[in-house]
């Protein structure tokens, strides 16, 4: 890769740490999911609003971790805003790295494809909607994690 390239990527790795692509919480979260990397300690939340068409509405991250977690996280979360669930389904790891763009190591490749592993998790983990008694005591943990 040459230097010109590789600053390139640096600068949009750096851009969507800083200033991050729906970061917070959904408004009308419908899915969530959370995991982390025991390894170094990343966590990424994602919490979906996906309309009864199967289409992501809203689409929003939450965590902290690396600057490579969290960037990739702001990356995904905008090239799926207003996506299908079966865009989300057909996009693999490989495709998440190639997103990334930037070369990585084995190691770092796990932080970048925690976000991406939490989304294909997300898309198949609704929420109780908030009122439901119905809802069991593991179903309101859930839901109390993606307000």
């Known amino acids: 890769m040459a230097a010109d ?5 640096q600068d949009r790795i750096l851009e969507h740490y800083e200033e991050p692509y729906h970061r917070g919480r959904c408004s009308h979260c419908t899915h969530c999911h959370e995991d982390d990397n025991p390894l170094c300690g990343d966590r990424v ?11 992501l509405r809203e ?3 939450d ?3 690396c600057c ?3 960037a990739a996280a702001s990356m995904l979360v905008e090239r799926f805003d207003q996506k299908t669930v079966d865009e989300v389904r057909r996009f693999t790891a490989q495709d998440m790295l ?9 190691n770092r490749q796990k ?13 198949y983990s609704p929420v109780q909607p908030e009122g439901d008694g119905s809802a069991s005591a593991g179903s309101e943990d859930a ?3 993606c307000r």
Not at 98 to 106: E, I, N, Q, S, V
């Open 45 to 55: 939340q994602m919490s979906l609003w996906i309309n009864d068409q199967g289409r």
């Open 63 to 65: 965590g902290e971790g």
């Open 68 to 70: 490579i977690s969290q």
């Open 59 to 61: 689409v929003y991250f």
């Open 111 to 123: 932080c970048c494809l925690l976000p991406w592993r939490v989304l294909q998790a997300a898309i």
């Open 5 to 9: 390239e590789e600053d390139i990527y």
């Open 143 to 145: 839901h109390d994690h």
């Open 98 to 106: 190639d997103l990334f763009g930037a070369k990585l190591t084995p």
